[in-house]
């Protein structure tokens, strides 16, 4: 028993159970994955060796590996409405990356995504990354409003001719109208790539439209809304296969031997069950309550004054400019966490402070959905938020760089003790003890 062998790992894990119990889990991208999904993860499929692809392995010993990787791949195909998935990438960056790989020539091909600071994700081209290093890319921006502006979109496609466009983000809070996506792409020629990693969860259960019937590749990570493992599917679409037969064998060698080897078996055993689950009525109404529970939270938080990227959220997810309140995305991170509720930092359009302290916060209701919140909670959270942004306003960031950095560690190290944060998170626990994680 670990107890026994690893004191100290198991001591860690039991650690983060009680802060997971504890806290209010607000970080949009994550969530409380079920006992069965876990309960696979943890099993002898670790194990295994299985390179290549079912019935086509480097390895002997695949028959159970085989009939595993078939049953996760013929469960997501019912459940999007798809005829090909690809469940080996490890995780969400690899998954896009093995997308370029497939269709792009290195330093050739063009990638047209969202940029970083409007939402999009480090793998949608961006300049940091692998993506934008490797390729060529080019960023829209959203429009004045905040929202996606498709004839800017359409324009610089038609001028700048990429291969593919990227829709599907990381910090938008509005349903993405995925057909005016399609069209574009069409004009120009581009591959549509959706990236529904945030959204998957909330398309499976169909409250929010799909974009199958409109890109040529879809990929998704398994661990957020969708409350699987950390995993990630790569799905061609029947208008992929339209526009490029070869679509699947592309995009299955340039996962390998492309850029990875062996899958994670005990990972594809926990996406098979997740699937699953995201297949039955109870799933449905989940994500429902996602979405209910985040239109509620964003509401109340208004009638606090707080201004909400984009005007609101139809989705799982909003994000808070605090410039109006006059308080660093950054620190009312480090205050709200000590105050029990969990987000993260987050740039706002246009932003005009660094990553490491932009001007917002995301957050976001899978998780304290999953633990069966509903929208009474949201009326006490959008309250304790005020109550702690209110009380951050006095740790206020310097705006020269190195004095910013030292009056940074100093605030952290002095929030720690601040008595009406800590008086929040016992209120926090208070709710929290009565919604048990399963
Ligand atoms: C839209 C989007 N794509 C890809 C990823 C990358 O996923 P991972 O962190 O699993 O590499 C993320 C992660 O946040 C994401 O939001």
């Known amino acids: 028993m670990l107890k026994q062998s690893d004191p100290q790992i198991y001591k860690l894990i039991k650690d983060e159970e009680k802060r997971q119990r504890e806290v209010l889990e607000m970080i949009p991208s994550e969530n409380y994955t079920s006992k069965e999904v876990l309960e696979a993860l943890?099993?002898?499929?670790?194990?295994?060796?299985?390179?290549?692809?079912?019935?086509?392995?480097?390895?002997?010993?695949?028959?159970?590996?085989?009939?595993?990787?078939?049953?996760?791949?013929?469960?997501?195909?019912?459940?999007?409405?798809?005829?090909?998935?690809?469940?080996?990438?490890?995780?969400?960056?690899?998954?896009?990356?093995a997308v370029y790989i497939a269709l792009l020539e290195p330093l050739k091909g063009k990638i047209m995504g969202l940029a970083l600071s409007f939402g999009g994700h480090l793998t949608h081209g961006q300049p940091q990354s692998a993506t934008g290093r490797f390729f060529k890319s080019v960023l829209y921006t959203l429009g004045k409003d905040n929202l996606l502006d498709f004839d800017?979109?359409?324009?610089?496609?038609?001028?700048?001719?990429?291969?593919?466009?990227?829709?599907?983000?990381?910090?938008?809070?509005?349903?993405?109208?995925?057909?005016?996506?399609?069209?574009?792409?069409?004009?120009?020629?581009?591959?549509?790539?959706?990236?529904?990693?945030?959204?998957?969860?909330?398309?499976?259960a169909g409250?929010?439209?799909?974009?199958?019937?409109?890109?040529?590749?879809?990929?998704?990570?398994?661990?957020?809304?969708?409350?699987?493992?950390?995993?990630?599917?790569?799905?061609?679409?029947?208008?992929?296969?339209?526009?490029?037969?070869e679509l699947s064998k592309k995009i299955d060698a340039a996962i390998i031997p492309g850029l990875q080897g062996g899958p994670h078996d005990n990972q594809t055993a926990a996406i098979a069950v997740s699937l699953k689950e995201a297949a039955t009525p109870a799933f449905k109404k989940y994500s429902a309550h996602i979405v209910k529970n985040s239109q509620k939270l964003a509401q109340e938080l208004i009638k606090y004054d707080f201004d909400l990227v984009g005007g609101g959220s139809d989705n799982h997810l909003i994000l808070i400019d605090l410039s109006k309140k006059q308080v660093n995305g950054a620190v009312a991170a480090l205050a709200l966490e000590i105050a029990g509720i969990v987000v993260n930092k987050n740039g706002v359009p246009n932003d005009t402070m660094p990553p490491f302290y932009p001007s917002?916060?995301?957050?976001?209701?899978?998780?304290?959905?999953?633990?069966?919140?509903?929208?009474?909670?949201?009326?006490?959270?959008?309250?304790?938020?005020?109550?702690?942004?209110?009380?951050?306003?006095?740790?206020?960031?310097?705006?020269?760089?190195?004095?910013?950095?030292?009056?940074?560690?100093?605030?952290?190290?002095?929030?720690?003790?601040?008595?009406?944060?800590?008086?929040?998170?016992?209120?926090?626990?208070?709710?929290?003890?009565?919604?048990?994680?399963?």
Request: charged share 25%.
């Open 152 to 204: 800017a979109i359409e324009k610089q496609a038609l001028k700048e001719k990429p291969d593919i466009i990227v829709c599907g983000f990381t910090a938008y809070p509005r349903i993405i109208d995925f057909e005016k996506f399609g069209q574009i792409a069409d004009k120009v020629g581009a591959y549509l790539l959706a990236d529904v990693s945030h959204i998957a969860g909330l398309i499976a």
């Open 360 to 438: 917002g916060i995301r957050l976001g209701t899978p998780a304290i959905t999953t633990r069966g919140m509903k929208t009474p909670e949201m009326v006490s959270i959008a309250r304790w938020i005020n109550e702690a942004i209110e009380e951050s306003k006095k740790y206020q960031l310097p705006s020269e760089k190195l004095a910013r950095r030292e009056a940074f560690k100093k605030i952290k190290s002095d929030i720690k003790n601040n008595k009406k944060l800590k008086n929040i998170f016992l209120k926090v626990k208070e709710m929290t003890s009565k919604f048990p994680l399963s």
């Open 42 to 97: 943890g099993t002898v499929l670790n194990n295994k060796y299985s390179e290549g692809y079912p019935k086509k392995r480097y390895y002997q010993g695949n028959a159970v590996a085989d009939e595993v990787e078939i049953l996760a791949e013929e469960r997501a195909k019912k459940l999007f409405g798809v005829p090909y998935v690809n469940v080996q990438a490890l995780s969400g960056s690899a998954m896009n990356l």
């Open 207 to 245: 409250v929010h439209p799909s974009p199958v019937p409109y890109a040529h590749i879809v990929t998704t990570t398994t661990h957020k809304t969708l409350r699987g493992p950390r995993g990630a599917l790569i799905m061609v679409t029947d208008k992929g296969f339209k526009k490029d037969p």
